[in-house]
């Protein structure tokens, strides 16, 4: 059975310190890793896609890697408005369309 | 302006009764989804529509109905026999239709059984 997995499962940092989210996942086989950002009561805004082992994305302070097993976001010097549950989401070979989300990780950055 | 919406923000739905939440997009995309969030859980897909008048059950397709008649609309309806109806309803689109496509999210329906 798919499954993701996303540690921690909250994060409190204060601006500035860099830190990284990570996500694991497993799946028969993968067409695709995505992220994505949630404000509170808001839908899901995208940040990446992923496809395979050693791909790499930037956008601003955040960076996704990906490995056969997991992706990690990285998120440098953040700051406040940066504070969001991200969200991880794997689509298998054999899924069709449907997307395996996990289940997030809510991060807090202070001033 | 480009996007999805969805309506009502809030609805608020008595025991018994079906009610239809709306999802529009004029991204000229092919595929619609539609998902629940409860939570501390992740998303889960209810229903998922390739092209119109064509849609296929979700991983909880129990409880609610979809339609297709055109590109751009894909209404939610859920029905009394959904038993714990309460969550956070999130309506996705994607491009071409391919599988590999990025889905793009609504801002969501919070429905809320009195």
């Known amino acids: 059975e798919d499954q993701v997995t996303q540690s921690p499962e909250a994060l409190r940092l204060q601006e500035g310190e860099s830190s990284s989210l990570n996500c694991s996942y497993t799946v028969s086989g993968l067409r695709g890793l995505f992220w994505y950002r949630q404000d509170p009561g808001k839908g899901p805004e995208f940040l990446f896609t992923l496809y395979s082992a050693g791909e790499e994305k930037e956008k601003e302070r955040l960076k996704a890697t990906l490995t056969k097993k997991e992706s990690f976001l990285h998120i440098t010097a953040p700051k406040p408005e940066d504070s969001a549950t991200y969200l991880c989401a794997v689509q298998a070979m054999d899924s069709g369309y449907a997307l395996n989300f996990g289940k997030g990780t809510s991060l807090l950055v202070t001033p | 302006d480009g996007g999805i919406t969805q309506s009502p923000k809030y609805l608020f739905r008595k025991e018994g009764q079906n009610v239809t939440l709306s999802c529009e997009q004029n991204?000229?995309?092919?595929?619609m989804y539609w998902y629940r969030q409860d939570p501390g859980q992740g998303l889960r897909l209810i229903y998922y529509?390739?092209?119109?008048?064509?849609?296929q059950k979700g991983d909880i397709a129990e409880g609610y109905s979809v339609s297709r008649e055109k590109k751009e609309s894909f209404p939610l309806t859920v029905t009394s026999a959904q038993k714990n109806p309460t969550a956070f309803y999130l309506c996705?689109?994607?491009?071409?239709?391919?599988?590999?496509?990025?889905?793009?999210f609504g801002p969501g329906t919070r429905l809320t059984v009195l």
């Open positions: 529509s390739q092209i119109v008048n064509d849609f």
């Open positions: 991204l000229n995309h092919d595929a």
């Open positions: 996705a689109s994607s491009g071409s239709g391919s599988s590999t496509d990025t889905q793009y």
